[in-house]
């Protein structure tokens, strides 16, 4: 919540560094402090916002840095302070870094616990191009949160981002109540039609339906709040769909044939051809015409495999009687003997 008020107060803006600076440092000691930036070894953080609640310190900050070709690279995004028309003239390489949100735990010294996430704008230019299947494992177990904000998101959604980041990057466990009820009160639309079409006992147990669909995510989270927010509805569609799956199995005509849905669609150019980018079909005619494709199948399996038997009684070994099946029928297999052993 605290993050959603200072992206909707503005604070995590360029504006805002350039503010602080100009309201709290004078413009000798705003000398000095440029001077002691030039040197990459110096970390100066600009404060956003510091509070501390029951035990916790929670703080968000932007680092300043001036850039060189030798600052060196950390992996985090830089924002440019001044311009031209706001430096009058050439614009020194100010910069600061994107807010960095930190919450840890102060009922121990040094703190036994902290959590750590990087808050990304509307104005972060997003990787789109990355593939997500090759990078989600080592971003989780390895990379800092990200959180990012837009003007539309909610602060339950805000909020219910850097719970699900916590627990998609370790920081918290999955029998911890909080995440369920992050995303009832984030996503209230998407659990009220679960809860209605699943007849779920309560507000609780439909989050924690939806919730199921959102223990690893498919998608980059990188990519912005309101790919999140079209992530949510998807999948809050996809339990409602799986509901009445298990609910009606006979109604669906991958279970009238015997194989799972995925099979079923593998299958389907097979039998349809699509019109308009949809498949045109008679149902009963593709359920019937499958059924006899896969008895096919599983005919010609059986057959290979009693050819195999009797391959092997005859002496082949394994490979070797795989091999021999590739090149001949296997109806040939009772007249087939390895070289060594020819009556």
Not at 109 to 134: G, H, K, M
Not at 188 to 201: F, K, L, S
């Amino acid at each position: 919540m605290l993050v959603a008020e200072a992206s909707q107060a503005g604070r995590l803006s360029a504006d805002y560094v350039l503010h602080w600076l100009g309201a709290f440092v004078d413009h000798e000691q705003r000398i000095e402090l440029f001077r002691r930036v030039m040197d990459p070894a110096v970390r100066f953080h600009i404060p956003i916002l510091a509070l501390s609640i029951n035990g916790w310190w929670i703080q968000i900050a932007r680092r300043l840095i001036w850039v060189t070709s030798e600052t060196e690279e950390e992996g985090r995004l830089f924002e440019m302070l001044l311009n031209e028309t706001t430096s009058g003239g050439n614009a020194p390489p100010l910069a600061a870094t994107e807010p960095i949100l930190i919450a840890a735990r102060l009922t121990q010294s040094p703190a036994d616990w902290a959590f750590t996430a990087r808050l990304w704008t509307e104005r972060v230019q997003r990787p789109i191009d990355r593939p997500w299947r090759r990078y989600a494992a080592a971003i989780h177990g390895n990379g800092i949160p990200t959180i990012t904000l837009d003007p539309v998101s909610t602060p339950q959604e805000i909020a219910c981002q850097v719970v699900l980041k916590g627990y998609w990057h370790g920081y918290i466990k999955g029998n911890e109540p909080v995440l369920a009820n992050a995303v009832a009160t984030a996503y209230p639309r998407q659990v009220a039609r679960i809860r209605r079409e699943t007849r779920a006992p309560d507000t609780a147990s439909a989050a924690a339906t939806l919730l199921e669909q959102l223990i690893h995510p498919g998608f980059d989270p990188a990519q912005g709040a309101e790919a999140t927010r079209r992530y949510v509805r998807r999948k809050a569609s996809i339990a409602v769909l799986q509901y009445r799956k298990g609910e009606a199995p006979d109604k669906y005509p991958w279970t009238q044939v015997g194989i799972t849905e995925r099979r079923y669609y593998k299958l389907l150019p097979l039998f349809a051809q699509k019109v308009n980018g949809r498949y045109d079909y008679d149902l009963d005619d593709v359920v019937a015409r499958m059924k006899v494709h896969l008895d096919h199948v599983d005919q010609k399996r059986a057959v290979r495999e009693a050819a195999l038997d009797v391959l092997r009684s005859h002496g082949f070994g394994e490979e070797a009687a795989r091999k021999w099946l590739q090149r001949h029928r296997p109806e040939e297999a009772v007249n087939a003997w390895p070289r060594s052993r020819e009556p």
